[in-house]
Nanobody
Framework: QVQLVESGGGLVQAGGSLRLSCAASGMIFSSDAMGWYRRAPGNQRSLVASFTRGGGTIYADSVKGRFTIARDNAKNTVYLQMNSLKPEDTAVYYC???????????WGQGTQVTVSS
């Protein structure tokens, strides 16, 4: 059983910043990977940033240099620092936990990020 709870979304003006948090609880394994996805209105849910096998990170091209993913393993929490926000970043942001056993994705409820121009 895994629960993911996102927080930190809100309304910001273009150029502003937000910090999203995702607290994971339940049975969390060291092999689990966590990351962030987003879904804009009318679009598919797509990768924003995630940790890779071995502790590396990957980012969508559209957010490179602006967003930073971080984690606190002791708290089972992952963060997404979002700087220089653009209206195109407006979306519901979802925390993701990927479990290799069963190749299963767990999702949080999502948190709305709206960037005004």
């Amino acid at each position: 059983q895994v629960q993911l709870v996102e927080s930190g979304g809100g309304l910001v003006q273009a150029g502003g910043s937000l910090r999203l948090s995702c607290a994971a609880s339940g049975m969390i394994f060291s092999s689990d990977a966590m990351g962030w996805y987003r879904r804009a209105p009318g679009n598919q849910r797509s990768l924003v940033a995630s940790f890779t096998r071995g502790g590396g990170t990957i980012y969508a091209d559209s957010v490179k240099g602006r967003f930073t993913i971080a984690r606190d393993n002791a708290k089972n929490t992952v963060y997404l620092q979002m700087n220089s926000l653009k209206p195109e970043d407006t979306a519901v942001y979802y925390c993701n936990l990927y479990r290799i056993a069963g190749s299963y994705n767990y999702w949080g409820q999502g948190t709305q990020v709206t960037v005004s121009s």
